[in-house]
């Protein structure tokens, strides 16, 4: 097996592990996520009208993801605690036709930085996931029938692997 293509949390034992990331060296790394929830349109001109009943929906959804990045390291049990530098939340309405599947609904993409030994992909992944869950949260009332999907990575620079791009 290749030297990338073993499972960095495991140990030579089958034991989960965090990896020790001591001699690595500090470089700068970033890394893009995205996460999309789907809605009833009513759901999403609620938002976009500021007209939700918890407030603003989508100021809350960038905070909420901003904060979970910060905290990613406290609810992914391998995931080592990371000084960010940067974490970025936007939040952008989709409206009918402007995708393939016909979804409206809310595209979150998130961009998290780091100077250190070991990549921040979890930090941006969490964030997308956690913005997504508080739309959700915001907005259950009148859509229980919301999903969240497609969070994906779609870019992660720096460290010993380089770039990564989704295609």
Known sequence: MADNQHLTHIDEQGDVRMVDVSEKADTQRIAVAEGFISM??????????GEAAKGDVLACARVAGVMAAKKTSDIIPMCHPLNITKAKVSCAPVQAGQREDGRVGIHVVTTCGVTGKTGIEMEALTA????????Y???????RGMEI????LLKKDGGKSGLWQRD
């Open 40 to 49: 009833r349109q009513e759901t999403l001109d609620l938002i976009t009208s």
């Open 149 to 152: 999907m497609d969070v994906r």
């Open 128 to 135: 997308a996931s956690v913005a997504c869950l508080t739309i």
């Open 137 to 143: 949260d915001m907005c259950k009332a009148v859509d």
